[in-house]
């Protein structure tokens, strides 16, 4: 009983691996369509991380410092998108950024679109993978010691200084697991930027649309486009893993 | 000489708290949640009281009437928290030349200095995680001492330690805050902490001062049942 749900994780990744020939695997990967989805994947994951790390590390840390209504109203608004079927994320974020959205109608008229670039691709990623940063990152700064913080004022310390020289470096390695499982989310997206950035091949079309759309004609080659994807998403989780495992050697 | 009078409420709990100017150490001791680390925090600027005045060597660290509010970090109050609360990734060099402003080799050079005279010269490459209760104590007062205090605040710096480590602790704590100039305020669970530390003793009751004197004062006329209790023992307070 106990490993019934073990093995019925661990078997559609085992079948994701084992059934298909070298042959296929190599017409796959050979696919006009990976090289550019794969490389669009990398890029837009990677600007939605370093944007969700630069601007959602203050909000974490501002959210960690404060306990009060209005704290507790921001953090559950920030945690919206993960209960958000990604489908209906795409919905909101048209009607906010679309060209009738709320924002979007404004933008137009200064000769701005965002829907269906490779900004929206981004957008869309930001929207559904920043909770799973802020969270982490918001619960590994309000789990310091209070008096840490307070000695490095006494001690003369700039808010700026007691942020850079003891937050931070306590929460190193949650702050990189956060990172990892905010940007596993964002490598994953489909929902969200299908809606709202459609699927077009060099712009909009990431690693997951690029697997949906060769799915649809060829089995082979999207089950390759497929291990691709989850091999770039693995290598990355096993490196930020260890790096974090290395930074916490020591604690007790 | 440090004066103070304040009024506060934290949590539900009301403080009202006058104690007249003193120059040298203050140890206060009560029961849990009578306010002793909230004090402490009044008088560190970290909790803002409703109301009162701190006055410190005849300048005013906060005054309600004249809206005077010194900033934590330019109080220049040395604060050891309870069980040192040192910075677990710094090296005890770091966390002592935390607080000293200037280059990195003269932060260091300065550090080294002040550990090698609390003698614990030999703990500078450890890093704050790897210490014992006790070192982390004195490391802490270390730290302190590092912004060169005008005053020194110190809360239960006993609790937490081993039998062993305690009497030790308090011996160097005697030893160390005797030679400082400095007011000195120590809150604490334990009579043989303001026996040894001498001065005066404040009772700190929900909120309220019950009674101020010497050790001795304490016990032959204890003036409520809590410091009758208190001082008719020579135990360290049981921990609820």
């Known amino acids: ?252 | 000489m440090l004066a103070v009078e304040v009024e506060a409420t934290v949590g539900g709990m009301d403080l009202r708290v006058k104690l007249p100017a003193h120059p040298g150490a203050t140890v206060i001791v009560g029961p849990n949640g009578a306010g002793k680390t909230t004090l402490l925090k009044c008088l560190l600027g970290v909790i803002p009281p409703r109301r009162g005045r701190i006055e410190l060597c005849g300048e005013q660290l906060y005054c309600s009437e004249q809206r005077i509010d010194v900033p934590v970090g330019h109080r220049q109050l040395g604060y050891v928290p309870q069980h040192g609360a040192l910075f677990p990734h710094m090296t005890v060099l770091g966390n002592v030349g935390f607080g000293v402003r200037g280059r990195k080799a003269a932060r260091d050079d300065q550090a080294m200095a002040l550990l090698s005279e609390l003698g614990i010269a030999h703990l500078a490459r450890r890093r704050g995680r790897s210490l014992s209760g006790g070192e982390a104590q004195r490391v802490a007062l270390c730290r302190a001492l590092a912004i060169a205090p005008r005053a020194l605040l110190l809360d239960e710096p006993t609790a937490g330690l081993d039998a062993d480590a305690r009497p030790e602790i308090r011996r160097f704590l005697v030893d160390r805050l005797a030679k400082l100039a400095i007011p000195r305020v120590v809150v604490s669970h334990d009579l043989e902490d303001a026996r040894a530390l001498g001065g005066r003793v404040v009772v700190l009751e929900s909120g309220r001062v019950t009674q101020v004197g010497t050790v001795a004062d304490l016990q032959q006329r204890p003036a409520t049942p809590f410091i009758e209790r208190f001082a008719g023992t020579a135990q360290p307070m049981p921990r609820p």
Not at chain 1, 61 to 72: N, S, Y
Request: hydrophobic letters at 60%; proline letters at 5%.
């Open chain 1, 1 to 252: 009983m106990a490993g019934l749900l073990f093995a019925f994780m661990v078997l559609p990744v085992v079948a994701l691996w084992v059934t298909l020939k070298v042959d296929d695997l190599l017409a796959g990967i050979a696919d006009p369509r990976v090289v550019p989805a794969l490389k669009l994947s990398l890029v837009t994951t990677f600007l939605s991380l370093a944007i969700i790390i630069i601007l959602g590390t203050p909000l974490a840390w501002l959210l960690a410092q404060r306990d009060g209504r209005l704290t507790r109203l921001v953090e559950t608004v920030v945690r919206l998108p993960v209960v958000m079927p990604p489908a209906v994320a795409g919905i909101a974020l048209l009607l906010a950024f679309g060209r009738e959205g709320i924002v979007g109608s404004w933008l137009g008229r200064i000769g701005w679109s965002i829907p269906f670039s490779t900004a929206a691709v981004v957008m869309a990623q930001i929207f559904v993978s920043a909770p799973f940063y802020l969270q982490a990152a918001a619960s590994a700064f309000r789990a310091i010691d209070r008096d840490q913080l307070i000695v490095a004022t006494t001690l003369g310390a700039s808010p700026a200084r007691v942020f850079f020289r003891v937050g931070l470096p306590l929460c190193a390695s949650s702050l990189t697991a956060g990172a990892a499982m905010s940007w596993a989310r964002a490598l994953g997206e489909f929902g969200a930027t299908l809606m709202f950035a459609g699927n077009l091949s060099g712009t909009t079309q990431t690693l997951t649309l690029a697997v949906y759309t060769t799915f649809q004609s060829d089995m082979r080659a999207a089950q390759a486009i497929s291990l691709v994807l989850v091999s770039v998403a693995f290598t990355l989780l096993l490196v930020l893993i260890f790096r974090a495992r290395g930074t916490t050697e020591g604690h007790p």
